[in-house]
C-alpha cells in the first residue's frame, strides 16, 4: 500500500503544480505524507458532499479539479461550509488534492477528456503551451468530426454525451449549419474567443458563456457556439484522470481502488422555460 506522498509524487507528475496559472491554487490542501492510501475518489467540486461519498467509500485521498480555497482564508471554522469539509476531512485522515490550471493544459487534459466524451478527434491545443516543443499542451482543443453534421445536431450530441444537469446545453448561431471542426474548452471559455476565431473553426463548445462576449461573438462571424454547464464540461477529466492513476497503481503495483464520483454537484438545480422566444 502507498504512501500518500508517493501517490502525490506521481499526481505531480501529471499535471505539476508549476503550470498552474499564477493566481491558481493547485497541491495538497490537507493531509499526511506518511498516511496509506488504498482508495481514490475523484470529483469536480470538493463540497461536503464528495466528503461524505469519501467517506462512505473508505478513500483516504479526495482528488478534485477545483480548488477549495482559490481567494485564500482566514479561518477554517467549522461554522463555514469550506471550513466544515477540512474539519471533516482532517478528522477522518483524509486527503484533499487539487488540479485545476495545471490539468487544464496538460497531455492529455481536461479538454481532451471532453473531445472524448464527443467522440471528437483532436489535432491541436487552441492556445499552445509555448514550453513545450511538442505542442501537444495547452488549454483548449482543435478537433474535427468524424463526418459533418448541422449544428443542432452537435449541440444534440452533446446533450447526448455530457451529463446532464439543470442547464442543459444552450445554442447560439444557424441551427441547420454545417459543422465540420470545433474548439472546445472544459470550463469558463468566453475569454478565449479570440483564439477561436483565429482557428477558423465552424463552432465553439465551453461552458459559462456571458451575455456581450457571446453576442459580439455571433455578430462578428458565423460561429456556432455551443454552451453547456461547467460542471458537465469537467466532469469527463475525473474518468480519464481515475484512469492515469489506475494505470500508474497497476505499474507500482499498488493495487488501488480508484472511484470516480457520480454526484451532480454543478450548482443550478431546477430550469424553468416558456420556451424558445421564436
Given at each position: 500500500m502507498p ?18 496559472e ?6 495538497t ?78 497531455d ?69 449549419a ?19 476565431r483565429?482557428?477558423?473553426?465552424d ?9 456581450h ?8 462571424s ?6 453547456a454547464a ?18 500508474i497503481?497497476?505499474r ?8 470516480v ?18
Amino acid at each position: 500500500m502507498p504512501r500518500l506522498s508517493e501517490v502525490i509524487s506521481e499526481l505531480d507528475a501529471l499535471w505539476p503544480p508549476e503550470r498552474a496559472e499564477g493566481w491558481d491554487a493547485v497541491g495538497t490542501v490537507c493531509g499526511d505524507p506518511d498516511a496509506e492510501v488504498d482508495r481514490v475518489l475523484f470529483a469536480v467540486d470538493p463540497v461536503q458532499d464528495i466528503v461524505d461519498e469519501a467517506l462512505k467509500l473508505g478513500a483516504q485521498l479526495i482528488v478534485t479539479h477545483h480548488p477549495l480555497y482559490l481567494r485564500g482564508t482566514t479561518t477554517v471554522a467549522a461554522s463555514t461550509f469550506k471550513g466544515r469539509v477540512v474539519h471533516t476531512l482532517i478528522k477522518h485522515d483524509i486527503a484533499l488534492h487539487v488540479a485545476h490550471t495545471n490539468a487544464d493544459s496538460a497531455d492529455p487534459g481536461v479538454s481532451d477528456a471532453l473531445a472524448g466524451a464527443l467522440d471528437l478527434r483532436v489535432e491541436r491545443p487552441l492556445v499552445p503551451d509555448p514550453t513545450d516543443p511538442a505542442g501537444r499542451r495547452g488549454l483548449g482543443r482543435i478537433c474535427t468530426l468524424g463526418q459533418p453534421e448541422t449544428l443542432g445536431e452537435f449541440a444534440a450530441r452533446a446533450a447526448a454525451r455530457l451529463p446532464a444537469t439543470a442547464q442543459g446545453i444552450r445554442l447560439a448561431g444557424d441551427p441547420d449549419a454545417l459543422v465540420r471542426t470545433v474548439a472546445v474548452s472544459g470550463g469558463s471559455g468566453d475569454s478565449l474567443f479570440d483564439a477561436v476565431r483565429a482557428a477558423g473553426v465552424d463552432a465553439f463548445l465551453t461552458a459559462d458563456l456571458r451575455h456581450h462576449p457571446a453576442s459580439e461573438a455571433v455578430q462578428h462571424s458565423s460561429l456556432g457556439l455551443v454552451d453547456a454547464a461547467h460542471w458537465a464540461t469537467e466532469w469527463p477529466w475525473c474518468e480519464q484522470a481515475a484512469a492515469q492513476l489506475d494505470a500508474i497503481s497497476d505499474r507500482h503495483g499498488w493495487d488501488l481502488r480508484v472511484h470516480v464520483s457520480k454526484q451532480v454537484t454543478d450548482p443550478w438545480t431546477t430550469h424553468h422555460s416558456s420556451g424558445a422566444p421564436n
